[in-house]
């Protein structure tokens, strides 16, 4: 993810089949645009699953001080006894 908008713009530098990030010659200028495009796919599928799990991180978070919240006052309750 954080290579994305080198990737980026690794890919609008491409002018023939040799890559513009790492001068590796390629078979084709079509195939090196594949796999750039190919690096962003994954790029962005992992983009999506981060902000799902911080997403679903926050709201695990949220629940468990609420948890605390009620957990408090029953515990203060209980200490005399």
């Known amino acids: 993810m ?3 908008s ?3 713009r690794g890919l ?3 002018e023939g089949a040799e890559c513009p990030l790492c001068d590796t010659p390629w078979e084709t200028k079509q195939h090196l645009r594949e ?3 190919a690096k962003l796919a994954k790029s962005t599928e992992a983009k999506k699953l ?3 799990l911080q997403t679903n991180g926050a709201a695990i978070n949220a629940q468990a ?3 605390v919240g009620l ?3 029953v515990q203060k ?3 005399p006894q």
Do not use: D, G
């Open 77 to 79: 309750l209980a200490q």
């Open 12 to 14: 609008s530098l491409v």
């Open 35 to 37: 796999h750039l495009q």
């Open 71 to 73: 957990l408090s006052p």
């Open 50 to 52: 981060q902000e799902s």
């Open 65 to 67: 001080i609420r948890i």
């Open 6 to 8: 080198f990737i980026e």
């Open 2 to 4: 954080q290579r994305r």
